[in-house]
């Protein structure tokens, strides 16, 4: 597994880093985590709600039609850019939406959709599981309580915690 993801590759991520460092020195790097620096990178274009809900798939009772199901979109479209960027982060880990749309996200298992799973207390927070695409969103009394649950979980997620 070290051989596959970093030996392999060592001398060409070091002849990389090189090069970059010389453009942005490091210590102006240290100031920023692994998400703002992929924000600076990359920046955000926009998500297409309608194309993630086309391809995502529900499990446990869980349908297009479930009114919980139908409160978790509506959520998301009220959230701004930066917002749905950082929930795709969130149950994907990475905030770039594949280039030829929703249908071609990977897990990692190969092509996997996302997938919304009915489990968790409604006390709970959404928990997200990247290497899945998988969020696991408890039923929750009301929209409000959705919506809000779901921003904290997105904006207050630090590491792991919180994700699988």
């Not at 006390?123 to 921003?151: G, I, K, M, W």
């Amino acid at each position: 597994m070290q051989w596959r993801f970093s030996k392999r590759v060592e001398r060409q991520m070091n002849a990389f880093l090189e090069g970059f460092h010389e453009l942005v020195p490091f210590e102006l790097l240290k100031m920023f985590d692994e998400r703002e620096i992929e924000y600076l990178l990359c920046g955000l274009g926009e998500i297409d709600v309608n194309d993630w809900r086309k391809n995502t798939v529900y499990r446990n009772a869980y349908s297009d039609k479930h009114p919980i199901v139908i409160w978790f979109w509506k959520a998301v479209d009220s959230f701004d850019n930066e917002l749905q960027h950082r929930l795709l982060q969130f149950v994907t880990g990475t905030s770039r939406v594949p280039m030829n749309g929703f249908s071609e996200l990977y897990g990692s298992n190969g092509p996997q959709k996302f997938c919304i799973e009915k489990t968790g207390s409604p006390d709970s927070l959404p928990r997200a599981h990247t290497c899945f695409n998988r969020l696991d969103l408890p039923e929750y009394r009301s929209y409000h309580v959705l919506r809000e649950r779901l921003r904290l979980a997105v904006e207050n997620c630090e590491g792991f915690e919180g994700v699988d």
